[in-house]
């Protein structure tokens, strides 16, 4: 009788084999996208920096050309890097590319996608994309939302002044801005998503704040890919081990008691207020009172908020450094920036939103950031749920697509001195930044585009106007303009390697 131990050996064998001759079948069968050599088994993963993913996917397209295919073991993904090809996959196949990638983490938080960002496209996601789309990112709502936008910001201004007048204030060495910027970002997603001002006007973080912003820390670890078992789907019987991780349990639990609480909270509110009015634009308060209508399951609403909170946080307060980096490094579009405020505005009153409407380079300033520096520069996975071709190449069903729209906007054959952060571009020229313009595709295109993009560009257009109507900016005395460290983090959201410092001079008086 043979030994349990030869009987495994058999299977392992039997399973290597099948494997081999799948791999083989499809790539006989299909005119793949060129790319690096796959091995058996792992694919490209050994090639695969997983701390230097993104920038193993650029530099391969250099190599191989505007479509790579990359074996991260047995799943086959697709990086496009040119505006025709994007066109290809967010608009000409938009329908068969809109199912996202899951990993086991993220599925495990989502419940396999009852939420909007890691739903497959279907029933369930066009009905929460359309209440995203309708009841909470519908001009009107946006525009209700504004008083918090200007509450918050102008906080961020109070903060700086009262740090510049500390006895403890080191003048020379500058502010870190993204301690300010990302304190705007923090308090306007949890007053818009949760209705909550965890942060005192001291800026003391009450209990219930400290806890959240825990779990957000947390959550980005649980989206983290697991290693090889999660690429290779004949071994992914043994990510069972996964579900009784404790540390995924406990966190999903904590999230789950602390979103509970927040939304029992309002619901005693809503009672309470007008037998169910009150401040309905706070997405907790909008969903419960949206629930019934459209049929939202609790796992939906929870998931929704959560979505919000980690699409949201990060990318807003990103792209507001990358910005007043860029100013910092090029005085003259600040100066430009600032003479075009004072002519519109004037030095005796604050900015509003309103005035935006009247700052055209203002407003280009905030297009070309998010040109030269998106957040996410190879926005979200996309999964195709049908075989189709783009550029001529097959790509399978269950294929993972990616644009690298970081490489789109450094095009040379599309973009003047791409590299060059030149907000006149954007008035020469009115580039779409949502989604009708395959050159600009920070925000994506097609089904799947940001449902926040106006909101986020009204936010971030607000944040560096007021720090340049209220300071001039200019780098530390001790560093040169060509010493500012302009590189990016390695991972898959980009924000600056070092974070901005800055030294501000006041222009306006404190209001
Ligand atoms: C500068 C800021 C932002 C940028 C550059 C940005 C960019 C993006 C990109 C590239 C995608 C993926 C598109 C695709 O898969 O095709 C996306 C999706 C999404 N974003 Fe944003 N985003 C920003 C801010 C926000 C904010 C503030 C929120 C919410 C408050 C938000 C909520 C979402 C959601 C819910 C999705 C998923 C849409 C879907 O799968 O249908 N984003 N965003």
């Given at each position: 009788?043979?030994?349990?131990?030869?009987?495994?050996?058999?299977?392992?064998?039997?399973?290597?084999?099948?494997?081999?001759?799948?791999?083989?079948?499809?790539?006989?069968?299909?005119?793949?996208?060129?790319?690096?050599?796959?091995?058996?088994?792992?694919?490209?993963?050994?090639?695969?920096?997983?701390?230097?993913?993104?920038?193993?996917?650029?530099?391969?397209?250099?190599?191989?050309?505007?479509?790579?295919?990359?074996?991260?073991?047995?799943?086959?993904?697709?990086?496009?890097?040119?505006?025709?090809?994007?066109?290809?996959?967010?608009?000409?196949?938009?329908?068969?590319?809109?199912?996202?990638?899951?990993?086991?983490?993220?599925?495990?938080?989502?419940?396999?996608?009852?939420?909007?960002?890691?739903?497959?496209?279907?029933?369930?996601?066009?009905?929460?994309?359309?209440?995203?789309?309708?009841?909470?990112?519908?001009?009107?709502?946006?525009?209700?939302?504004?008083?918090?936008?200007?509450?918050?910001?102008?906080?961020?201004?109070?903060?700086?002044?009262?740090?510049?007048?500390?006895?403890?204030?080191?003048?020379?060495?500058?502010?870190?801005?993204?301690?300010?910027?990302?304190?705007?970002?923090?308090?306007?997603?949890?007053?818009?998503?949760?209705?909550?001002?965890?942060?005192?006007?001291?800026?003391?973080?009450?209990?219930?704040?400290?806890?959240?912003?825990?779990?957000?820390?947390?959550?980005?670890?649980?989206?983290?890919?697991?290693?090889?078992?999660?690429?290779?789907?004949?071994?992914?019987?043994?990510?069972?081990?996964?579900?009784?991780?404790?540390?995924?349990?406990?966190?999903?639990?904590?999230?789950?008691?602390?979103?509970?609480?927040?939304?029992?909270?309002?619901?005693?509110?809503?009672?309470?207020?007008?037998?169910?009015?009150?401040?309905?634009?706070?997405?907790?308060?909008?969903?419960?009172?949206?629930?019934?209508?459209?049929?939202?399951?609790?796992?939906?609403?929870?998931?929704?908020?959560?979505?919000?909170?980690?699409?949201?946080?990060?990318?807003?307060?990103?792209?507001?450094?990358?910005?007043?980096?860029?100013?910092?490094?090029?005085?003259?579009?600040?100066?430009?920036?600032?003479?075009?405020?004072?002519?519109?505005?004037?030095?005796?009153?604050?900015?509003?939103?309103?005035?935006?409407?009247?700052?055209?380079?203002?407003?280009?300033?905030?297009?070309?950031?998010t040109r030269?520096?998106p957040?996410?520069?190879?926005?979200?996975?996309?999964?195709?749920?049908?075989?189709?071709?783009?550029?001529?190449?097959?790509?399978?069903?269950?294929?993972?697509?990616?644009?690298?729209v970081?490489?789109?906007a450094?095009?040379?054959?599309?973009?003047?001195?791409?590299?060059?952060?030149?907000?006149?571009?954007?008035?020469?020229?009115?580039?779409?930044i949502?989604?009708?313009?395959?050159?600009m595709l920070s925000f994506?295109?097609?089904?799947?585009?940001?449902?926040?993009?106006?909101?986020?560009?009204?936010?971030?257009?607000?944040?560096?106007?007021?720090?340049?109507?209220?300071?001039?900016?200019?780098?530390?005395?001790?560093?040169?303009?060509?010493?500012?460290?302009?590189?990016?983090?390695?991972?898959?959201?980009?924000?600056?390697?070092?974070?901005?410092?800055?030294?501000?001079?006041?222009?306006?008086?404190?209001?």
């Amino acid at each position: 009788m043979a030994s349990p131990l030869l009987l495994i050996l058999i299977i392992f064998m039997i399973m290597i084999i099948i494997f081999l001759i799948h791999g083989l079948y499809q790539r006989l069968r299909y005119k793949l996208p060129p790319g690096p050599r796959p091995w058996p088994i792992i694919g490209n993963l050994d090639k695969l920096n997983p701390d230097h993913k993104r920038l193993c996917l650029t530099e391969w397209s250099k190599t191989y050309g505007a479509i790579v295919s990359v074996w991260f073991g047995s799943t086959l993904h697709v990086v496009v890097s040119n505006s025709e090809l994007a066109k290809q996959v967010l608009k000409d196949n938009d329908h068969q590319l809109a199912n996202r990638y899951r990993n086991k983490g993220i599925a495990v938080a989502y419940k396999n996608g009852q939420d909007l960002i890691w739903a497959d496209y279907g029933p369930h996601y066009v009905k929460v994309r359309k209440v995203c789309t309708l009841e909470l990112f519908s001009p009107k709502s946006i525009e209700a939302l504004r008083p918090i936008r200007e509450e918050e910001v102008r906080a961020m201004i109070e903060s700086i002044y009262e740090d510049l007048n500390s006895p403890d204030h080191n003048y020379c060495g500058g502010l870190v801005l993204r301690k300010y910027l990302g304190s705007v970002a923090f308090n306007y997603i949890t007053r818009l998503v949760l209705g909550k001002r965890f942060v005192n006007r001291e800026g003391v973080m009450d209990d219930q704040g400290l806890e959240f912003k825990a779990i957000v820390a947390n959550e980005f670890k649980l989206g983290a890919p697991l290693g090889l078992v999660e690429h290779i789907w004949w071994l992914s019987w043994i990510s069972w081990l996964y579900d009784n991780d404790e540390a995924s349990t406990e966190h999903l639990a904590r999230k789950d008691r602390l979103t509970r609480a927040i939304m029992e909270e309002h619901k005693a509110k809503s009672m309470n207020i007008n037998g169910g009015g009150g401040v309905k634009q706070h997405f907790v308060n909008a969903l419960l009172g949206l629930q019934e209508k459209y049929d939202l399951s609790e796992d939906t609403i929870m998931g929704l908020l959560w979505n919000m909170i980690t699409a949201g946080m990060d990318t807003v307060a990103i792209t507001a450094e990358w910005a007043m980096a860029e100013l910092v490094k090029n005085p003259k579009v600040q100066q430009k920036a600032q003479q075009e405020m004072d002519r519109v505005i004037g030095l005796d009153r604050a900015i509003t939103e309103s005035d935006i409407l009247n700052l055209p380079y203002l407003q280009c300033i905030a297009k070309e950031a998010t040109r030269l520096h998106p957040p996410t520069p190879l926005m979200l996975p996309h999964r195709a749920s049908a075989h189709i071709k783009i550029g001529g190449y097959d790509i399978p069903q269950g294929t993972v697509v990616h644009v690298d729209v970081w490489a789109i906007a450094r095009d040379p054959s599309i973009w003047a001195d791409p590299l060059e952060f030149k907000p006149e571009r954007f008035l020469l020229n009115d580039v779409d930044i949502k989604g009708y313009d395959c050159r600009m595709l920070s925000f994506g295109a097609g089904r799947r585009i940001c449902p926040a993009a106006q909101l986020a560009i009204n936010l971030v257009t607000s944040m560096v106007a007021h720090m340049l109507h209220h300071f001039q900016w200019t780098q530390p005395e001790a560093v040169q303009l060509e010493e500012i460290d302009m590189s990016e983090s390695p991972g898959l959201v980009c924000y600056m390697h070092t974070p901005l410092q800055a030294v501000p001079t006041t222009r306006l008086p404190r209001h």
